[in-house]
């Protein structure tokens, strides 16, 4: 069996690896090639363009890149349809991804589309765009197979792989020892995000809060996770030009560990939200993208919801702070961090609330989807000649 995939960004590479995991689990001869990051090419995925390639965020910065893009995913096209797969999956990456999916289903590849996109939050009308181009769509929240049930489109919930991967009780006093952080002080991570556009904007944000913090209590460590050697370049800069006295440490990748050792964490809106939630750190949420995307989001009424985060999300009320756009700054963000630093009833409440939600996202994720692919698969494998 020959599957081709394509994984955009760091998050997709853990579930495209784990995937792959699964499925050669079931079936050993199984082969797959297509956009990999790290941990799907260790997992035995052949890469004709390395996932970094299409990790770009914003209407606008997908712009600027767009003739690049759009020659890679002729090339993917002109590749699979010369020598066609039993099955394509793309993972997440909705606006490259959908457009190569519906190109192969139409000359008859099954096609398999892992991560909805957030149709409940925003263009409520690509559910018709997805079910155009997948036979089958994988979906993280439970809450979204209906939405295209109602449409006459598959969709499968599977759970989030980080789900069963998150230790439900990290111990903290290891976890400090192990990433060489202070004993006996308060810890606060800071996650501004996986992409380097996202650090551009938060990193600067983040490091005003920290010393906002920092003045109030003197005693408080930081910690920076950076996703990538790249992204641990520019926090550097960004510390030394910005903040140069705080006291942090920064550390190669190791999210999981950061937040298992950490107090509380303010963080950017998206995977790392369900990595906190997981492991029940305290979060506040920022979200920003650059002004232009945001005015014309905004201004077309394309947002449907009023939170952005997993764990409002699923809670169904702001469960975790959130601060979008202009008020993901210093003067918003440090008091709502404060705030789960020194009142317990805060935190407590919080912790209560993702203590409540971890359950319904760790399903075996990794096997859910692994089994729902092979069914496709299998149910509509060629006939050789």
Not at 105 to 111: K, L, N, V
Request: one cysteine or more.
């Amino acid at each position: 069996m020959r599957i081709g995939i394509v994984a955009g960004e760091s998050s997709g590479d853990i579930l495209g690896a784990g995937l792959i995991r699964a499925v050669r689990a079931r079936r050993p001869d199984a082969s797959f090639e297509g956009v990999a990051g790290p941990l799907m090419q260790a997992a035995g995925c052949k890469a004709l363009y390395p996932a970094e390639t299409l990790s770009v965020m914003g209407l606008f910065e997908v712009l600027r890149h767009l003739p690049r893009l759009l020659k890679v995913r002729s090339h993917l096209k002109e590749h699979f349809l010369s020598d066609p797969p039993d099955l394509f999956i793309g993972i997440d990456s909705p606006d490259f991804n959908l457009g190569l999916e519906e190109s192969l289903r139409r000359h008859g590849i099954p096609t398999v589309h892992y991560v909805s996109p957030s149709i409940w939050a925003w263009r409520p009308k690509r559910v018709f765009k997805v079910g155009r181009a997948a036979d089958l769509t994988l979906a993280l929240l439970p809450f979204e197979p209906p939405l295209y049930d109602q449409h006459g489109f598959k969709a499968t919930f599977v759970g989030h792989p980080l789900a069963d991967s998150v230790p439900a009780q990290p111990d903290k006093r290891a976890l400090r020892e192990e990433l060489h952080l202070p004993e006996g002080k308060p810890l606060l991570a800071l996650l501004p995000g996986s992409r380097g556009s996202e650090v551009q904007r938060l990193g600067p944000v983040f490091l005003e809060t920290a010393s906002w913090l920092s003045r109030k209590k003197p005693e408080l460590h930081f910690v920076i996770p950076a996703a990538t050697p790249a992204l641990n370049q520019l926090l550097k800069r960004q510390i030394r030009m910005l903040q140069p006295d705080l006291p942090v440490t920064l550390v190669d990748g190791h999210s999981h560990e950061v937040l298992g050792a950490a107090d509380a964490v303010l963080l950017a809106s998206g995977t790392a939200a369900l990595e906190a939630l997981l492991l029940r750190c305290p979060m506040v949420v920022a979200y920003k993208v650059s002004s232009l995307t945001y005015n014309v989001v905004m201004g077309l009424g394309l947002l449907k919801i009023k939170n952005v985060s997993l764990p409002n999300l699923l809670a169904e009320r702001e469960l975790v702070p959130e601060f979008m756009q202009g008020r993901a700054n210093a003067e918003e963000l440090g008091p709502a961090v404060l705030s789960l630093l020194d009142d317990r009833q805060a935190r407590e409440t919080q912790v209560r609330g993702l203590e409540a939600l971890t359950g319904i996202l760790r399903v075996g994720a990794d096997a859910r989807a692994a089994e729902a692919v092979l069914a496709l698969a299998d149910s509509r494998r060629r006939t050789p000649g």
